[in-house]
């Protein structure tokens, strides 16, 4: 069986890059119009303007417009900072400096984190670490009972996430090892694909190094074993127990006859893996370990985790017997296939630090201080997720990050305990993973899983949507 499989993404969307699919004249020209108007108002406030002015909130506004708009992201957030320089008043010199200082700042860590995210993942895939991870689980949860296979196919996934920290590419690796299983024991097409997507995204739930979970951290300051503790382990658990019984009752109805797996698929075409893939899988696991307790103990920075995924890779990789060229090709080809973030974060820090400079979250807070006390801290909030639930969309940690760079004064105004801004990050990058609308995230395992039911797994997803919204309001409501 063919092991080409798609590159490892971010952990909530597909690759930076045009949004799949031919993008239309008139959509192609509905985008360059708002960004050419977006412009042109910027380039004529900026000699009327001076900071603080609630204008520096075009910039952000546009760059959500255009997003909005389907505009790749990386344009859009190029448009973004245009915007603001112009609204600024700035020329090429103090652009290059805005550009120069971000280049220091923990958004463009965290572009580095899903760069490197993807070069260990690769790494992993090249030593067979990731592969004999899945089969190690699941041999070891057994596959005689349908109850502990599916029990094991769910966890692998979960793991597989953690340790590759994309959504994607885990699917991509789980699918033909854990389809075998699933056709032996007559578990259904959409089934399996249900059992990959939820164990996948209650495996990111907890990552310590996904993008997103970084992103979140980093903006809200808070520790990972608090982040696991009062955000998104409860919410990890909460769907993976709900999602168990959800692949239950979807297992006893199939969606029609072809629901089921061929007597084909039941040949074990489980991969083949290098000789040193258990070598390189247990150095992986010890030094991932090692890794999170010293983050842990030492209370270390986002920027940790940058040499933390560098370590496990070079680990990893000599554990499998990779040599040290072989390292650094496979390190090279998964990072350069997410170049792009690296560009789209370090464009994102300069448009941050424009906005800060432009400063009008001071007027809005003369304007609206009081109402907003008036709301009340647990309503700020709930709408606050509720807005970068349906309102931005983009790559997940971006989001998170152009969340906290909007509301995160008010919040800070408000005196909103680190604990419970965590929970609305979360809220405001995740809660769409379930719906209302199926995502690429929620394609990808339907589509390995060799199955057409996108219907059915939407339709589970939506109870988990419910289940998530609970947990965050809840969440919200102990913390605030």
């Known amino acids: 069986m063919s092991t080409n499989q798609p590159a490892p993404s971010s952990d909530k969307e597909q690759p930076v890059g045009e949004v799949a699919g031919t993008v239309t004249p008139l959509r192609r020209g509905v985008q360059t119009a708002i960004a050419v108007a977006g412009l042109v108002l910027s380039a004529v406030l900026g000699p009327l303007t001076s900071s603080p002015t609630l204008w520096g909130f075009l910039p952000l506004a546009l760059y959500a417009v255009l997003l909005l708009a389907d505009l790749d992201i990386v344009l859009a957030t190029t ?62 949860m ?39 299983i699933a056709a032996r024991l007559g578990f259904t097409r959409s089934g399996t694909a249900l059992m990959m997507f939820i164990g996948g995204t209650c495996g990111m739930f907890v990552a310590p190094f996904v993008g997103s979970m970084v992103a979140i951290r980093s903006s809200s ?51 083949e893996v290098p000789r040193y893939a258990r070598q390189s899988t247990v150095a992986f696991l010890g030094s991932f370990v090692l890794m999170v307790v010293y983050a ?38 998964g990072c350069g296939r997410l170049f792009n973030f690296f560009l789209l974060f370090w464009l994102l820090a300069a448009l941050f630090a424009v906005i800060e400079e432009l400063n009008p979250y ?32 983009g ?9 906290d760079q909007i509301f995160g004064p008010t919040a800070d105004a408000l005196g909103v305990p680190i604990a419970a801004w965590s929970v609305v990050l979360l809220a405001s990058a995740q809660a769409d993973t379930y719906g209302p609308f199926p995502g690429v995230n929620m394609i990808a395992p339907v589509g390995l899983a060799r199955s057409t039911a996108l219907k059915r ?21 102990i913390l605030h």
């Open 142 to 180: 057994g596959i005689d009972s349908a109850l502990r296979a599916q029990l094991g196919i769910m966890l692998a996934t979960g793991v597989l996430v953690i340790a590759l920290g994309t959504l994607i590419g885990a699917f991509a690796l789980a699918a033909p090892l854990v389809i075998p």
């Open 457 to 477: 797994v939407l339709y589970s997803s939506w109870v988990l949507l419910l289940v998530s919204l609970a947990v965050y309001t809840i969440e919200i409501a």
């Open 296 to 333: 842990v103990l030492t209370g270390a920075g986002t920027s940790f985790a940058v040499l933390a995924l560098i370590g496990m890779a070079v680990v990893a990789g000599a554990a499998g017997r990779l040599s040290p060229t072989a390292l650094l090709r496979a390190l090279y080809d």
């Open 79 to 140: 448009v973004g900072l245009l915007s603001g320089l112009l609204v600024l008043g700035a020329g090429p010199i103090d652009a290059a400096d805005y550009l120069a200082d971000s280049l220091a700042s923990d958004v463009v860590v965290i572009g580095l984190v899903i760069v490197l995210g993807s070069g260990l993942g690769e790494v992993l895939m090249k030593t067979g670490a990731a592969t004999d991870l899945v089969r190690l689980i699941v041999q070891r």
């Open 395 to 403: 790559a997940s940690a971006a989001q998170v990050l152009l969340v």
């Open 362 to 393: 001071e007027i809005l807070l003369d304007l609206w201080g009081s109402n907003l006390v008036a709301l009340g801290t647990f309503t700020f909030l709930v709408l606050v997720g509720l807005i970068g639930w349906i309102g931005i969309q």
């Open 221 to 271: 300051g808070i520790s990972y074993p608090e982040f696991v503790l009062v955000a998104g382990g409860p919410l990890a658990i909460a769907c993976f127990v709900v999602g168990f019984f959800l692949v239950r009752w979807n297992l006893r109805r199939p969606t029609s006859p072809e629901d089921f797996y061929g007597a084909d698929d039941q040949v074990d075409e489980a991969l």
